[in-house]
C-alpha cells in the first residue's frame, strides 16, 4: 500500500514531533478542515454518515476525470474527530482514483497517536477511510 506525498509529510510531521505535543498538532489540523460548499450544506441528506465515529460525521465523495474531491463534516464540539477528518481530507483530496484505492490502509497507525486516543477513535478514522475508499471504487 501506499501513501501520497501530502499523507507522508502529515505523517513525517508527527512522527518528529516529540509526543507530548502530538496531540496540540493533531487539534491543530481540527481547525484546517474545509466548511461543506453549499450544494452539500444545503443537502446533507446526500453526505454518507461514517457510523464507526462516535461523533457525527458526514462525508461525500465526488470523482471527476480521475481525480477524488473530498467533502467531510465533523462538528466543532469534536475535535479529534474533527481533525482526523481533516487529515484524511488533506492526505486524499483532489488524487486520483488510483491513489485513493491504492492509499495504506494502516495510515491511521503511522500517525503515532494510540498512546494518545482512544482506540475507539482510531476505528473512526480507518471507519472514514473505509468509506473514502468504497464510494471512490463506486464512482469511478
Same mark, same amino acid.
Given at each position: 500500500?501506499?501513501?501520497?506525498? @501530502?499523507?507522508?509529510?502529515?505523517?513525517?510531521?508527527?512522527?518528529?514531533?516529540?509526543?507530548?505535543?502530538?496531540?496540540?498538532?493533531?487539534?491543530?489540523?481540527?481547525?484546517?478542515?474545509p466548511?461543506?460548499?453549499?450544494?452539500?450544506?444545503?443537502?446533507?441528506?446526500?453526505? &454518507?454518515?461514517? &457510523?464507526?465515529?462516535?461523533?457525527?460525521?458526514?462525508?461525500f465523495?465526488?470523482v471527476?476525470?480521475g481525480i477524488?474531491?473530498?467533502?467531510?463534516t465533523?462538528?466543532?464540539?469534536?475535535?479529534?474527530?474533527?481533525?482526523? @477528518?481533516?487529515?484524511?481530507?488533506?492526505?486524499?483530496?483532489?488524487?486520483?482514483?488510483?491513489?485513493?484505492?491504492?492509499?495504506?490502509?494502516?495510515?491511521?497507525?503511522?500517525?503515532?497517536l494510540? &498512546?494518545?486516543?482512544?482506540?475507539l477513535?482510531?476505528?473512526?478514522?480507518?471507519?472514514?477511510?473505509?468509506?473514502?475508499?468504497?464510494?471512490?471504487?463506486?464512482?469511478s
Open positions: 500500500m501506499k501513501k501520497t506525498a @501530502a499523507a507522508q509529510e502529515i505523517v513525517d510531521e508527527f512522527k518528529t514531533i516529540e509526543e507530548r505535543y502530538r496531540l496540540e498538532l493533531l487539534l491543530d489540523f481540527a481547525n484546517l478542515l466548511e461543506l460548499p453549499e450544494r452539500y450544506s444545503e443537502h446533507p441528506d446526500l453526505l &454518507e454518515r461514517v &457510523e464507526e465515529c462516535q461523533s457525527p460525521v458526514y462525508l465523495v465526488e471527476n476525470s477524488v474531491e473530498l467533502f467531510l465533523a462538528p466543532k464540539e469534536a475535535p479529534t474527530t474533527r481533525a482526523f @477528518a481533516s487529515i484524511l481530507h488533506k492526505a486524499l483530496n483532489k488524487h486520483t482514483v488510483v491513489e485513493v484505492l491504492d492509499f495504506d490502509d494502516d495510515f491511521p497507525s503511522e500517525l503515532h494510540t &498512546e494518545l486516543v482512544s482506540p477513535r482510531m476505528r473512526g478514522m480507518r471507519g472514514m477511510l473505509a468509506r473514502i475508499k468504497r464510494q471512490v471504487s463506486e464512482k
